[in-house]
Nanobody, 125 residues
Framework: QVQLVESGGGLVQAGGSLGLSCAAS????????MAWFRQPPGKGREFVAH????????YYADFVNGRFTISRDNAKNTMLLQMNNLKPGDTAVYYC??????????????????WGQGTQVTVSS
């Protein structure tokens, strides 16, 4: 079992930056590849970024377009998402996820077993 807790959300103006953190506990952190998803108002949950167990491989949704960076610190059981040049369209609840068995499904929310409670990111124009 893995417990995930996100933090770092908030209100920021367009063009600004935010850093999200996901703290994991419950079992060896470096056993899991992890990901960030988001759920905009009135929409379904969508993939943002994925990072391998070692942190050496990362994948991003097309809309990220070089603005976000996913990373992890296995010694601190923490995953991060640095978001720069934020746009109003980035407004959403951001979730971290872990516990995927089929790595080819890393963009699919249903492929992950464990989820955090989410943190709200609001970008004003």
């Amino acid at each position: 079992q893995v417990q995930l807790v996100e933090s770092g959300g908030g209100l920021v103006q367009a063009g600004g930056s935010l850093g999200l953190s996901c703290a994991a506990s419950g079992r060896s952190f470096n056993m899991d590849a992890m990901a960030w998803f988001r759920q905009p108002p009135g929409k379904g949950r969508e993939f943002v970024a994925h990072i391998s167990r070692s942190g050496r491989s990362t994948y991003y949704a097309d809309f990220v377009n070089g603005r976000f960076t996913i990373s992890r610190d296995n010694a601190k059981n923490t995953m991060l998402l640095q978001m720069n040049n934020l746009k109003p369209g980035d407004t959403a609840v951001y979730y971290c996820a872990a516990g995927i068995d089929s790595y080819n499904l890393y963009e699919t929310p249903g492929a992950y077993k464990y989820w955090g409670q989410g943190t709200q990111v609001t970008v004003s124009s």
